[in-house]
C-alpha cells in the first residue's frame, strides 16, 4: 500500500514575494517624493503668498518688492539668476510629484476590486478623488496663473503689463476672473489640507492618536491660511479696497 509523506517541506513562491517586495518598497519611495516634494510647494506658495499681500501697501511698495526678487543674488548671479534656479527647482518638483502621483493612481487603479473598495471607506475614497482632481485643477490654473503674470502677462482687462501692480488690479477687477481665482484657491485649501495629513503619515508622524490629531489640525491650519491669505488679494480689488 502506497503512502504520501506529509514530511516534506512547504514550498513559497518566493519569486511573487520579491516581487511584491519590490513593488511596495517602490510605492514608499513614490509617496516619499511626494511628500518631499509637498514641503517644498507649502514653503514656496507661503513665501509666494506674503508677497501677494505686499499689494495692501500699495503700488510701489508692490513693485519694489518684485523687482528685488529679480535682483536677489546680483552680482554673482546675472539678473533674475536666482529667481530662474527657483522656478527651475519648481518645474522638477511639479514633475516629480505629477509623475509619482499618476503612477500611484494606475497602481490604485488596476489593485481595486471595485466594490469592495467602495464599500470598505466612502471617506477616504472620496478624499483619494478629490486629491487625484483636485490636482489636475490646480496643475490647470498654475500653467494660466504662468501666462497671466510671469510668461505672457496677459491683461484681461487690456491695460498695460509692465506694471506688476496695475497687472494684479486690472486682472481683479474682472469679476469672472476673481472667481476662477477664487475656485482654485479653494482646490488649493482642500489639497492642502489632505496633502499635508497624507505627508505626515508617509513620514510616520501619525504613529499615535495624538499625532493623528495634531496632523490633521496642522492641515486645516495650513489649508486656511495660505487659502485665505491668497484669497485677500482679489477680494480686496473687486471691493475697491486695493486700486
Same mark, same amino acid.
Given at each position: 500500500?502506497?503512502?504520501?509523506?506529509? #514530511?516534506?517541506?512547504?514550498?513559497?513562491?518566493? %519569486?511573487?514575494?520579491? *516581487?511584491?517586495?519590490?513593488?511596495?518598497?517602490?510605492? +514608499?519611495? =513614490?509617496?516619499?517624493?511626494?511628500?518631499?516634494?509637498?514641503?517644498?510647494?507649502?514653503?514656496?506658495?507661503?513665501?509666494?503668498?506674503?508677497?501677494?499681500? *505686499?499689494?495692501?501697501?500699495?503700488?510701489?511698495?508692490?513693485?519694489?518688492?518684485?523687482?528685488?526678487? %529679480?535682483?536677489?543674488?546680483?552680482?554673482? =548671479?546675472?539678473?533674475?539668476?536666482?529667481?530662474?534656479?527657483?522656478? !527651475?527647482?519648481?518645474?522638477?518638483?511639479?514633475?516629480?510629484?505629477?509623475?509619482?502621483?499618476?503612477?500611484?493612481?494606475? &497602481?490604485?487603479?488596476?489593485? &481595486?476590486?471595485?466594490?469592495?473598495?467602495?464599500?470598505?471607506?466612502?471617506? #477616504?475614497?472620496?478624499?483619494? %478623488?478629490?486629491?487625484?482632481?483636485?490636482?489636475?485643477?490646480?496643475?490647470?490654473?498654475?500653467?494660466?496663473?504662468?501666462?497671466?503674470?510671469?510668461?505672457?502677462?496677459?491683461?484681461?482687462?487690456?491695460?498695460?503689463?509692465?506694471?506688476?501692480?496695475?497687472?494684479?488690479?486690472?486682472?481683479?477687477?474682472?469679476?469672472?476672473?476673481?472667481? +476662477?481665482?477664487?475656485?482654485?484657491?479653494?482646490?488649493?485649501?482642500?489639497?492642502?489640507?489632505?496633502?499635508?495629513?497624507? #505627508?505626515?503619515?508617509? =513620514?510616520? =508622524?501619525?504613529?499615535?492618536?495624538?499625532?493623528? %490629531?495634531?496632523?490633521?489640525?496642522?492641515?486645516? +491650519?495650513?489649508?486656511?491660511?495660505?487659502?485665505?491669505?491668497?484669497?485677500?488679494?482679489?477680494?480686496?480689488?473687486?471691493?475697491? !479696497? +486695493?486700486?
Amino acid at each position: 500500500m502506497a503512502t504520501t509523506s506529509s #514530511s516534506e517541506p512547504l514550498r513559497v513562491p518566493t %519569486r511573487n514575494l520579491v *516581487k511584491g517586495a519590490r513593488a511596495s518598497r517602490s510605492t +514608499i519611495v =513614490l509617496k516619499m517624493l511626494m511628500a518631499v516634494t509637498g514641503i517644498l510647494f507649502v514653503l514656496f506658495v507661503l513665501v509666494h503668498m506674503y508677497g501677494n499681500l *505686499k499689494a495692501f501697501a500699495g503700488e510701489a511698495s508692490f513693485n519694489l518688492y518684485a523687482e528685488h526678487l %529679480r535682483e536677489i543674488g546680483e552680482p554673482m =548671479l546675472p539678473h533674475e539668476g536666482l529667481l530662474w534656479v527657483i522656478r !527651475v527647482g519648481l518645474i522638477v518638483s511639479v514633475v516629480v510629484h505629477v509623475t509619482c502621483a499618476f503612477i500611484l493612481w494606475s &497602481r490604485a487603479g488596476s489593485a &481595486r476590486t471595485v466594490k469592495y473598495q467602495v464599500k470598505k471607506n466612502r471617506h #477616504s475614497a472620496f478624499s483619494s %478623488r478629490w486629491m487625484r482632481w483636485g490636482g489636475v485643477a490646480l496643475l490647470l490654473f498654475i500653467v494660466w496663473h504662468l501666462l497671466n503674470f510671469t510668461i505672457g502677462k496677459v491683461n484681461v482687462d487690456g491695460g498695460p503689463t509692465n506694471n506688476p501692480y496695475q497687472l494684479v488690479v486690472d486682472t481683479f477687477s474682472v469679476w469672472w476672473m476673481t472667481l +476662477i481665482y477664487l475656485a482654485a484657491m479653494l482646490a488649493l485649501g482642500l489639497h492642502l489640507h489632505h496633502g499635508v495629513w497624507s #505627508s505626515a503619515q508617509t =513620514l510616520g =508622524l501619525t504613529n499615535n492618536a495624538r499625532a493623528r %490629531r495634531n496632523a490633521k489640525a496642522l492641515g486645516w +491650519i495650513v489649508a486656511v491660511v495660505i487659502a485665505g491669505g491668497f484669497s485677500l488679494v482679489p477680494l480686496a480689488v473687486l471691493a475697491g !479696497v +486695493i486700486s
